[in-house]
């Protein structure tokens, strides 16, 4: 695997096993524990940002953009959240980090579930936030896919990301926020869309989250209609060692609810605090 370090933005990129480079930025020096933050669909690790300086006072922080999205390279064809998520293993095992504590959103929360399912013993600690453990029927997402396979651009998905991520608030008023968003998306490549629109139908978490060990928090949104709150409450029934919060956000909890989600974050991965 090769790395490549852009000095001035800090964001480095390493190439996995299959091809695929995939861009990270770590927070800190590895002289605290690490947690790892993976991002929802159509975003890259910037979405973080307002977590950063909060977070970064207790760990060191590594952010990557999941293959297909952000600065990570966009393969042709169809993804699935079991490549998405041994590409997390690879970027561990390259920076030599035994074990880390996980907090994944939306997508990086299929990321989160496979890890604790198949890689439990690289995790301390799990966070699970506004994601689902299916999200079917499989009809919607091939129609999306089609959609884009046949000249559908990012402007098409525009709007249905904004008002399913944001409150109708936020996005009339074009907060800044809002804005950093809807230029995240009108970045994102097309191919990397349908593909990772490919790993998000084909993922099926409902059998298997049982298996799950670690110690994990999961957060819903009351109005949260991309992951309804039901389906977190699907996933805490059967991952025994599990708490559940709720906050009246939407789908980016991180955002929306951003005080309230930190204080769970760090209460949770901080016994003492």
Known sequence: MENNTNMTSGISFFTTGDGCRIAYKVDGDFSLPVLVLSNSIATDFSMWDGQIDNFSKYFTILRFDTRGNGLSDAPIGDYSIDRMSLDVVALLDYLKIEKIHFLGLSLGGFIGQWLGIHSPERI??????????????????????????????????????????????????????????????????????????????????????????????????????????????????????????VLPVVHFSNIEGKDAFENLVLAFLNDDL
């Open 124 to 245: 301390h600690k799990l966070i699970l936030a506004n994601t689902s453990a299916y999200l079917g029927p499989a009809k919607l997402w091939n129609e999306n896919i089609d959609l884009l396979n046949n000249g559908k651009g990012m402007a098409f998905f525009e709007a249905k990301f904004l008002e399913g991520w944001f409150s109708k608030e936020m996005v009339q008023e074009e907060e800044t926020i809002v804005w950093l968003f809807r230029k995240m998306i009108r970045r994102m490549s097309h191919i990397g869309l349908a593909g990772s629109y490919a790993a998000v139908r084909d993922a099926d978490f409902r059998k298997t989250d049982v298996l799950i060990p670690n110690e994990t928090l999961i957060i819903a949104g009351k109005n949260d209609q991309v992951t309804i709150a039901e389906h977190s409450e699907q996933i805490h029934a059967v991952v025994r060692n599990s708490k559940l919060e």
